[in-house]
């Protein structure tokens, strides 16, 4: 069990919510038991769950690497008000500028990550597939983003580039 906040996992997972530390590690943070728990459902890429006791028989045997933490170090690295006690480290998809395959959406200059979550979480309910983010919006995989879109980010084609580029 991890009980320091200054191991360094911990450090690196608290450094995650800075967009700057996500491209560079190529990772994103999932919070929440359904959300990680959809995530496994999907076989999305993991690195690692990190989670309390509480939902240690949870997640045991999902076959991704799990760690264990107390209550106090988990509260250190969770943007939640009231933390579930799970989250994962999940990697990137490397999603590349393609063209769109059908109807898709541009989003420029959204600047609130939970709008960007929940355009995305409309877009893919409304059968959108490729969402293009020009580098002027927040990030889709800021923690807010991704729990907005409600694995919304996991079944689209979402890019990110310059207006010029899209």
Do not use: W
């Amino acid at each position: 069990m991890i009980s320091s906040k200054q191991n360094t996992l911990i450090k690196e997972i608290r450094s995650l919510k800075d967009k700057k530390f996500r491209d560079k590690l190529g990772v994103f943070v999932l919070e929440g038991v359904k959300p990680v728990r959809e995530g496994v459902d999907f076989n999305l890429p993991i690195r690692e769950i990190i989670l309390t006791e509480k939902h240690f028989s949870e997640f045991s045997n999902c076959g991704y690497k799990v760690e264990v933490v107390s209550e106090e170090v988990f509260d250190s690295i969770s943007e939640e008000k009231t933390p579930q006690g799970v989250l994962a480290v999940v990697y990137k998809a490397e999603n590349k500028l393609i063209a769109p395959k059908g109807s898709c959406l541009l989003l420029d200059g959204v600047s609130d990550p939970n709008n960007v979550g929940a355009i995305i979480r409309t877009a893919v309910a409304s059968g959108y597939k490729d969402i293009y983010l020009t580098s002027n919006c927040a990030d889709a995989y800021s923690q807010k983003s991704v729990r907005c879109s409600m694995s919304g980010v996991f079944r689209a084609n979402v890019m990110r580039a310059e207006i010029d580029q899209i």
